[in-house]
């Protein structure tokens, strides 16, 4: 079964960048009714942010990317069968793959300090050679380590890599990649702390999780060669790896938290359609067959495909993001569509009625990229005219063609059984047909009358919104007295 797993560290939001992983590794396993799980790599104490790990929960859930193991899946199996699946919980079986490895003769104690290591590294660059660890602790002694442990030094654990040879990296994307064992030196599997690198942590992980392929950024490539030499000592077998493209801001800089990326809880807050931001990370260097950029859900999991992931840079953008959210706001039904946007109403300046809002909704629902931007179209149905507007209203007066169409539009609404937007607008079509008017010589004196405003939307659905009353009270105040009379 296909095993897909997107692993976020707990230091700030979600953004983009690897909010894109995440949509990618769900569509896979989704395809192929395999399993998504989500693992948190939080042992870097000194990054992990206080509530992120929550944060990262919700985000996940408002895009709707269900996972079926990890963190907060409830049920009588608990978080899942390989738990724990946070990673400052597994120390005990780092430990333990830790001492396979020294028994092995692949890994052993190393107490040199930051210091030492650095200073070694700024002569390797000094003298043209690649920084990269000396191995001046592979052959301690034991005098030599009891020294060290009187200096009160406590030792970090280092991989014995090969000097020699060839290490082979199969990736969907790029074929087969190829690296020099010499090049990548002897590294870390457990600190001076106890606490797990990234690189031993993920692969024990993984292998123990199941997980079958490892879709992920391709920042991520020159680790691979020290997991394969890690899941060969371990004697497990690779999954599949999956290097995506590096996604790039307009400036085409590497987006990232530090440049550019927005958090998601961001485009949460403004109201964009889950199922555009799905969309749009998905191809974020994915490609359907058909060429179409607008997709829903469902045809997103039909087509998604490892080999149609390119291996260029992608940019990021962002009106293509807008663009497609206003393609799945214009999607859906009036109902859904009024729920989506109740809660970003700003109820003190427009107190629309939970019965009025799918009129409203009905009236505006094209100028919508974002919920949020209801709050832009709304005024219409709250009227409260301006100078300009109290100007427009007052010029009507001295226009007898306009007065004669408020006159007859007046008498007509007034004598209405049902106020409904349908029955409001034949009903005004009908008292301008009663008076020659027709089109803007119809509508627009009505419209300047109850909203002080030559344009906006539908007529008869503003007039539903605001109720009998109100459009009579507004209509009798742009007649002239003399018309009134």
């Known amino acids: 079964m296909v095993r897909t797993r997107f692993a976020p560290s ?34 870097d104490r000194e990054r992990t942010v206080p509530g992120s790990e929550v944060s990262i929960l919700e985000d996940l859930r408002w895009l ?58 700024e002569a390797a660059i000094a003298q043209g050679e690649r920084p990269q660890y000396t191995g001046a602790c592979l052959r301690l002694t034991r005098d030599q380590i009891a ?29 087969e990649v190829t690296f020099d064992a010499a090049e990548v030196g002897d590294f870390i599997l457990l600190r001076s702390d106890g606490m797990p690198t990234y690189n031993f942590a993920v692969v024990v992980d993984d292998a123990l999780m199941e997980i079958t ?10 680790n691979t060669p020290r997991q394969v030499l890690l899941y060969e000592a371990l004697g497990y077998t690779p999954p599949v790896f999956v290097h995506a493209p590096t996604v790039l801001g307009p400036d085409r800089q590497k987006l990232s938290k530090r440049h550019g990326a927005k958090a998601l809880a961001d485009y949460r807050r403004e109201g964009y359609h889950p199922d555009a931001v799905v969309n749009y990370l998905s191809l974020l260097g ?67 009625s939970q019965e009025a809002l799918p009129i409203v909704v009905e009236a505006v629902r094209s100028h919508l990229s974002c919920f949020s931007e209801i709050n832009d179209h709304l005024e219409p149905f709250v009227p409260t005219l301006d100078e300009a507007g109290m100007a427009r209203r007052d010029a009507l007066r001295a226009d007898a063609a306009a ?83």
């Open 147 to 175: 020294r060290y442990e009187r200096e009160g030094r406590r030792p970090a654990l280092r991989f014995r890599t090969p000097s020699e040879g060839k290490i082979v990296v199969h990736d969907v994307v790029r074929g």
């Open 286 to 352: 994915w490609s359907s067959p058909s060429g179409d950029e607008f997709l829903v859900r469902e045809r997103l999991i039909t087509e998604i495909s490892l080999e149609r992931i390119r291996a260029t840079d992608v940019v990021f953008d962002p009106e293509k993001l807008r663009w497609l959210s206003f393609k799945h706001i214009e999607r859906m039904s009036t109902k859904e569509l009024a729920d989506a946007v109740d809660s970003f109403i700003d109820r003190e300046r427009y107190p629309i």
């Open 213 to 222: 392929h490892v879709i992920r950024g391709v920042g991520h490539l020159s």
């Open 403 to 485: 007065q004669a169409v408020l006159r007859a539009v007046r008498d007509r609404l007034a004598s209405l059984p049902e106020w409904e937007d349908a029955t409001i607008d034949a009903a005004v079509r009908e008292a301008g047909a009663g008076v020659g008017a027709r089109g803007r010589a119809l509508f627009e004196p009505l419209r300047i009358a109850l909203t002080g405003e030559e344009h906006g939307p539908p007529l008869s659905k503003v007039a539903a919104v605001l109720g009998r009353a109100a459009v009579l009270d507004l209509l009798d105040a742009a007649i002239a007295p003399e018309a009134a009379a």
């Open 64 to 121: 709707g990317l269900d996972w079926d193991e990890g963190p907060g899946v409830e049920g009588p199996a608990g978080e899942g069968p390989h738990a724990p699946y946070r990673q400052s919980e597994r120390g005990a079986i780092y430990r333990d793959h830790a001492r396979k490895l020294v028994d092995a003769g692949l890994a052993y104690p190393c107490y040199c300090t930051p210091e030492e290591i650095e200073a070694a590294r």
């Open 10 to 43: 707990p230091t700030g939001s979600l953004h983009v960048g690897n909010a894109r992983i995440a949509v990618l590794n769900w569509l896979f396993a989704r395809k192929h009714g395999g399993a998504f799980i989500l693992r948190i790599e939080d042992t």
